[in-house]
């Protein structure tokens, strides 16, 4: 008997995940944040770093109407 195929499963639009980062990086990431206008969140300013390293390294850029 054949195993009945499945459709892949669309990605969700967000993703969680879990990342470790060192307790001086999350200091400077916090340091940073209270350097700018307004209050942004850690996933915020982690989200937009990421971003900007992907621009940077002329990865594709994400869609003008995915959230940060």
Do not use: F, H, Y
């Amino acid at each position: 008997m054949k195993a009945a195929r499945r459709e892949p499963r669309p990605r969700p639009a967000l993703e969680r995940l879990n990342l470790r980062l060192p307790s001086d990086m999350l200091d400077a990431i916090d340091a940073a944040r209270a350097c700018r206008a307004g209050n942004v969140s850690r996933n915020t300013w982690i989200t937009e770093a990421v971003q900007e390293k992907l621009s940077r390294s002329g990865a594709p850029e994400r869609s003008k109407g995915e959230e940060v």
